[in-house]
């Protein structure tokens, strides 16, 4: 049994942002905190004071962390960006809104004093005196300490008040990381009621200390426990008022957090196991559970529902299954096959979700060169005559500005290139099409053929199979390819215009070139010819799409499952270490490396023959490294085994924030169930005799800092947690379990079918009792599963409350 964190992140946008640069705009990004550690970084919006992001992230966490920070940053090209300002949320914040915070939040200033971060380790004991007794206060260490100097680290010392006593230990040059062992001892006053003030503090030599957190220690609670020891939070210094900046701007964002508690895997056989009979007789026509399942889900959690049985489905095998008795279900209470698939249905959502998961690598193969061909020509496309502006475009010639006629005329040259591209392209790819994608589509074209035959619905199986292929996967990955990962950063005005006409043009051809389509923007004429041909070649391509029978999908499946999919891949540079002497950042060289289910390897080029580099059985560790060990905040470092058990450790440069936590991301989830993973680490590397975080001169000595295996990032390519994904299910059962009650005590349900067991050894026959009865038991193996971990009152670490 585990439990489980995860925040659900949605940065929507900002308003009413100061203007940081003299041309009286910003250039506004924002980066995500989690207890001080950065783990997100949106794109820059360039000269706006009301940036729009609209980026959505899903963060995997331990249950322990504190709180979620958004910090408004504006980019500057010379200098240091600057801080706008900052939104905080505290779990318990979160925790308050069970269904997610979502609004506007006002910008604080940031507070130097308050920007702490990291924790330390003291021991605290009554002892006995000459006179009274004393109380001894032991400060052997801290880590992860805010750096406060140029160089990335910090001059920490300790300073430690009680009853108008100070004591300071000697300062640590240089470290985050720092170990004191320095022992002080104050004359326990009796009746006093003053607390026990630890502070830690960066030494400066010109300008004043900083302050890098305190923990404050109610010594009454340690007179009955007379011992105590621990890692202890730093806390920000609240005394001061705070100062009033003006009007900051506003960040609207959504943030939800999830806490599950998941148990063993057999305790959800049951659930699973009934769910998958309910697909595996949708052959004989869609059964009971499932309908009643898409019945009460409600439409603000529709696709969460579907993305977790889509997922629970694929895990075992029948995901192709479940969809076909989704399609099922659709075509049942469809009438018109116009409007087939275009409402948000648990069909359609479950689609989206299964392209996504199976088909996102095909779809960077399609739509990558296009989009990144966009990008680089950064041309002026504009086929609406009301917007064309011929001052955006230049001069065609030598002293004659273009007119519009000729702007139009290249633009829709442009874009028929492009166009044409993509459908060429997507011809050409029938045998890199996922085997279970064709083989969904196959069902759907089938079910669809069935449901509308005769000469006047020729299109519809083909409209079918495009309003999720084109309508709902390629469309909307051309107008924001950042969300689909296909770029790093958003487009500006201009390319996001000719995205959006290519999006249209595309949408047009996957509509079959309806009149109706044809009617709404008469001004996209000019792209007729190559959207009537492009209708042609994908009637051509989807008929060979879906022409797969059985045999040539088993084959195809099992040619994949010989060949280990890359969890990641692409460019990183390979520190590496020889001898004992200093390690510098220009000792790297750039490679191309792969991550899969069995080993990280590397080639020089990406289609050069790859290397075994380290077996995903050895991998121990994968966490960062500190800023001033290579210069860069963007390293990590692999800890693993070699072959004969030795440890060793590679140190990789990514070339951003989001790329560093994707590949740490990666690597800790396949590697989360390897035998022998570690506790702690060092964040620094051994250079000459030391280490450079803790400055220890072992260097096998154990690590200074706690490692971070369960901070992850969610990708579309994770590996499947079957646990979860059913816990999730039976949460959201548990949900509307009021509501399935009242389906199996309607009078229409078979009396037979929907009878309650008579006996206590008797199974109930119907699928929605026998539903409710596996809900019933999930929830008393959570009710036995919790009591016995539950803290009992008398719990010393309750004595050392923080004062606030």
């Known amino acids: 049994m585990a439990k489980r964190s995860s925040l659900s992140i949605r940065i929507v946008e900002g308003k009413n942002l100061p203007a940081k640069d003299i041309t009286g705009s910003s250039d506004p990004y924002c980066i995500v905190k989690v207890d001080n550690e950065p783990i997100i970084r949106t ?63 006002h910008l604080t200033e940031v507070d130097p004093d308050e920007e702490v971060q990291g924790e330390i380790h003291l021991q605290l004991e009554v002892v006995p005196g000459p006179r009274a007794r004393r109380l001894r206060c032991s400060v052997l260490e801290a880590r ?11 001059d920490p010392f ?23 062992n320095e022992t002080f001892e104050f004359e326990l006053e009796e009746r006093a009621t003053e607390a026990l003030c630890v502070e830690a503090w960066d030494w400066d030599l010109v300008s004043r200390n900083d302050f890098l957190g305190k923990v404050v220690v109610n010594v009454q609670g340690l007179r009955v426990a007379q011992q105590e020891e621990g ?37 959800y056989q049951p659930l699973v196991q009934l769910l998958c009979h309910e697909v595996k007789l949708g052959a004989q026509g869609p059964g009971q559970l499932i309908p009643l399942i898409e019945e009460t889900t409600s439409t603000e959690c529709r696709q969460d529902v579907a993305t977790n049985l889509l997922k629970l489905f694929l895990g075992q095998g029948l995901a192709k299954d479940f969809l076909d008795l989704l399609f099922q279900l659709e075509l049942r209470r469809t009438s018109e096959a116009n409007t087939l698939f275009r409402s948000n249905s648990l069909a359609s959502k479950s689609m989206e979700s299964f392209l996504k998961v199976a088909g996102m690598r095909y779809l960077h193969s399609i739509v990558g060169p296009i989009i990144d061909k966009v990008f680089e020509e950064k041309k002026y496309v504009e086929l609406d005559p009301s917007k064309v502006e011929v001052k955006d475009v230049g001069c065609s010639g030598l002293h004659r500005p273009q007119t519009e006629a000729e702007v139009l005329e290249q633009s829709a040259q442009t874009l028929r290139a492009h166009l044409g591209a993509l459908l060429s392209a997507l011809s050409r790819s029938v045998r890199a099409c996922p085997a279970v994608v064709r083989a969904t589509f196959r069902q759907l074209f089938r079910r669809v053929r069935e449901r509308f035959p005769g000469a006047q619905h020729e299109n519809v199986p083909f409209i079918a199979v495009t309003s999720f292929l084109c309508l709902r996967f390629f469309s909307p990955a051309i107008m924001s ?9 958003h487009a500006d005005a201009r390319t996001s215009r000719t995205l959006l006409l290519l ?88 490679l191309h490396f792969s991550l899969t289910t069995e080993a990280l390897s590397f080639a020089k080029t ?20 500190e800023e001033k060990s290579f210069g860069s905040s963007h390293v990590m470092q692999v800890i693993y085994t070699d072959d004969v058990g030795r440890p060793q450790t590679t140190y990789l440069q990514c070339k951003c924030m989001n790329e560093l936590n994707q590949w740490l991301s990666a690597l800790r989830k396949v590697s989360i169930n390897n035998s022998g993973l570690l506790g702690s680490y060092h964040p620094g590397i051994f250079r000459g005799d030391k280490w450079s975080c803790c400055h220890q001169r072992d260097r096998t000595d154990r690590g200074c800092d706690k490692t971070r295996s369960r901070v992850t990032l969610q990708e579309w390519n994770d590996p499947l947690d079957h646990d979860l994904e059913a816990q999730l299910i039976y949460r959201h059962l548990l949900g509307v379990e009021p ?66």
């Not at 008929?543 to 999919?565: F, G, Y």
């Open 43 to 105: 794109a820059t919006v360039w000269k706006t004071l009301c940036p729009f992001w609209g980026e959505e992230y899903q963060v995997h966490l331990p249950p322990t962390f504190h709180a979620v920070a958004f910090y408004i940053m504006d980019e500057d090209a010379l200098s240091r960006d600057d801080v706008i300002g900052k939104v905080c949320l505290t779990r318990d914040t979160l925790a308050s809104h069970p269904k997610g915070f979502s609004g506007w939040a």
């Open 231 to 267: 890692w202890f939070r730093l806390q920000p210094d609240q005394s001061k008022s705070r100062r009033d900046k003006g009007n900051l701007g506003s960040l609207q964002l959504e943030v939800r957090l999830r806490d599950e508690m998941v148990l063993p895997s057999g305790c």
């Open 739 to 804: 509501a399935l009650r009242e389906k199996l005590r309607e009078p229409s349900r078979d009396t037979e079918a929907g009878a309650e067991p008579t006996g206590p050894d008797q199974a109930p026959e119907d699928p929605l009792a026998q539903l409710l009865q596996v809900l019933q038991d999930l929830r008393e193996a959570h009710s036995c599963s919790s009591s016995p971990t539950s803290p009992p009152p008398s719990e010393p670490t309750r004595l050392l409350e923080l004062q606030t």
């Open 144 to 154: 992860d300490l805010a750096p406060k100097d140029r160089n990335g680290a910090s």
């Open 503 to 590: 999006a249209k043009a595309v949408q047009n051809v996957g509509n079959m070139d309806t009149p109706a389509s044809r009617a709404k923007e008469a001004w996209m004429e000019p792209l007729q010819p190559t959207v009537r041909q492009g209708v042609a070649q994908l009637k051509d391509f989807i008929t060979k799409l879906v022409d797969i029978e059985e045999r040539e999908e088993l084959d195809l499946q099992r040619t994949l499952s010989l060949q280990a999919p890359p969890v990641k891949e692409g460019p990183l540079f390979i520190h590496r270490t020889k001898g004992k002497g200093p390690l510098t950042s220009s000792s790297f060289k750039k």
């Open 158 to 180: 300790v300073r430690v008040r009680y009853n108008g006593r100070t004591q300071e230990t000697s300062i640590v040059k240089k470290s985050c990381y720092p170990r004191w």
């Open 606 to 625: 990406p289609s050069s023959k790859k290397s075994a580099f380290i077996r995903l059985a050895n991998i121990r560790a994968a966490e960062k490294v």
């Open 481 to 489: 390819p950042k969300l689909f990962h296909l770029r790093e950063r």
